[in-house]
Every structure is written in structure tokens, then in C-alpha cells.
């Protein structure tokens, strides 16, 4: 079949490191897939009986790279380093500096880059600089890229630059602008796998709602727990109410600080793990009875947050097209938390609104 075209943006950054090779081995696309096409002996569309196997329909790559012009060098030796995988998926690797390069006749696009906040910056000052970058890039995709392309946004304030370029590319739907609040969900699921002793596969159906930031809400109030075989409440599982409301919450909202804290560096593995998973989600649907958080366009909600918002939300996905997850009861201590990051939203989209209008 046709490659896909997948760009990544802010590529010599060290998210990008690793999620270039996850996605060139195929662990977002799939190494192959089993496919009603022709076989490889009697170009039919059924099972040749001397085929051992259906015919597999390698899904092949093309790999786009953005990033500023100081940081060329640096593309290139990435370049070579894919390369020199000899990875069977990957056709074409574009190491760029322009837009109508970058942004051409995209499938996907993966916002990595963006302006880092800087010792004495102030948030609005965040916004500003990444207001001008968000907007170009929302520009050059309602310009060059497909109608139909999926673009998700990591770069922080996540939530705010996915608006700023969603609001940029009036061609393309809003409906395929998403920003990742996958971290902030795995990170919720270890946290409970953890206390349990279970995998974080036992774990589904967590929640992360609104803005990745320390006002986040993850809500555990819906989620599932499998525990001994039996598929629980994560409240009833765990049976610490103030855990759950406390510590847990906070470990979450905080959990990127203490990386840094740490390791003197962001979190980079396992934000490249939560795109991918994010991504491969939106390309191949979520799993039967399974929900996940993203950040999407709030309009047409049923939970009573403000529309026009790009807000974090439960969805389940099919044919590569989201859906919000209707019908969950809300209690007192959910709203509250729920309003809470909203207004941060609300306030971060008037301060960006502002700059892109006088800009």
C-alpha cells in the first residue's frame, strides 16, 4: 500500500529519540496486517492453497523530521542512525527545516516541538512564544497537508497549542486535532497497579480530565481493576477512600516535576510510549469495553464543561474517529475538580486569544 506519512516535529529533542524508532519498527502502524488483498500466487482475493498464511499487508513509513535550522546536523545523524537499523517498514526518512516541506501531504502529525519554559518565565510568557509557533504550524497544515490528516500536540501548554492550531487550519476538522493526556493516563493506571500488585494491564478505564498541567483531574471513580480474576471497582479493590482522593491525585498532577526533579531532564520513554499509544489508538480503534483519555474539542459534551475548549476527555475510538464516552454519573468532589482545570483552560485560551490577535 501507499507509505504512511508521519511527521515529527521538535525530532533532535529527546522525546523524539525514542519515538522515532517505536514508530519505525511498527510498534504505532503494526508491523503487518492481515489483509483481504491479493496473494502473493493467484492474485485473488481468498486464501491460495499454497499460501501457509494470509497474505500480510506491510504497512510501509515515511518519516518526516522538523526542527530549527541550528539543529540540522543533529536530523542528519538521527537520519543515519535509522538507517542503520535496517528497519523493513521505513522507506523515506526527510530531515527539514521548512514548513511546506514538513507539512506535505501528511497522514499524521505529531507536534513534539515546541518553546520549553525557562527559569523566571511566566506562564502568559509560555503561551506567547508558543501562540506564533502553533499558529505557523496550524497555517502551513490547512496549507500543505491532507484534509484528513490526524494531528496530535505534545508540546506544553498542550491543550492551548492544539486550539492555537486547530484555530489556524479552518480547512481541517477540529474533530482531528487531539492532544496528548495519554501520559498523565498510563501514569494514572501504574499508580493503581502499583498499590495492587497487579500489571497495569488489570487496570482500565481511568480517566484524566482536562488540562495537562497540575490541575488535571485523574478520576479513578469509573475504573476497573482485575484483581484474583475478577474484574472490580478500583475504589472497592483498593477500600482507601483518602489514598484515592489524596495522594493519588497528587502524585499524578506531579509526576512529571519529579521526573525532572530527578533526573535533571523531563520525561521522554514514557511520553514517546503514551504517543504511541495514543496514536496506534486513533488509527486502529480502542479494545471493546476499554476507554481512554484525550485531550479534544469540547462542543457537544454532556458533562458541562465550556465548548470551545480543547479539554481532556473519556472517548472511544472506531474508523478512526473519537467519540466522547456518554452517560457517567458525576459526584460533587468530580465537579469540583472538573471545573477547576476548566478554568485554567478558559484562562489560558482568553491569554492566547489576545496574542494571536494582536500578533
Known sequence: GEPIRVLVTGAAGQIAYSLLYSIAKGDVFGKDQVTPAMCYHTAMNKLCPTCTKPFLSFQPL?????????????????????????LPLLREVIPTDKEEVAFKDLDIAILVGSMPRKEGMERKDLLQANAKIFKSQGAALDKYAKKSVKVVVVGNPANTNC?????????IPKENFSCLTRLDHNRAKSQIALKLGVSANDVKNVIIWGNHSSTQYPD?????????????????????????????????????????????????????????????????????GEFVSMGVISDGNSYGVPEGLLYSFPVVIKDKTWKFVEGLPINDFSREKMNLTAKELIEEKETAVQFLSSA
Open 62 to 86: 515515511i518519516l518526516v523530521l522538523l526542527d530549527i535550522t541550528p539543529v540540522m546536523t543533529v536530523l542528519d545523524g538521527i537520519v543515519m542512525e535509522l538507517q542503520d537499523c535496517a
Open 163 to 171: 486550539l492555537i492550531a486547530s484555530k489556524s487550519a479552518p480547512s
Open 220 to 288: 479513578v471513580s469509573h475504573a476497573k481493576v482485575n484483581v484474583k480474576g475478577k474484574e472490580v471497582g478500583v475504589y472497592e479493590a483498593i477500600k482507601d477512600d483518602s489514598w484515592l482522593k489524596g495522594d493519588f491525585i497528587l502524585t499524578v498532577q506531579q509526576r512529571g516535576a519529579a521526573v525532572i526533579k530527578a533526573r535533571k531532564l523531563s520525561s521522554a520513554m514514557s511520553a514517546a510510549k503514551a504517543i504511541c499509544d495514543h496514536v496506534r489508538d486513533i488509527w486502529f480503534g480502542t479494545p471493546a
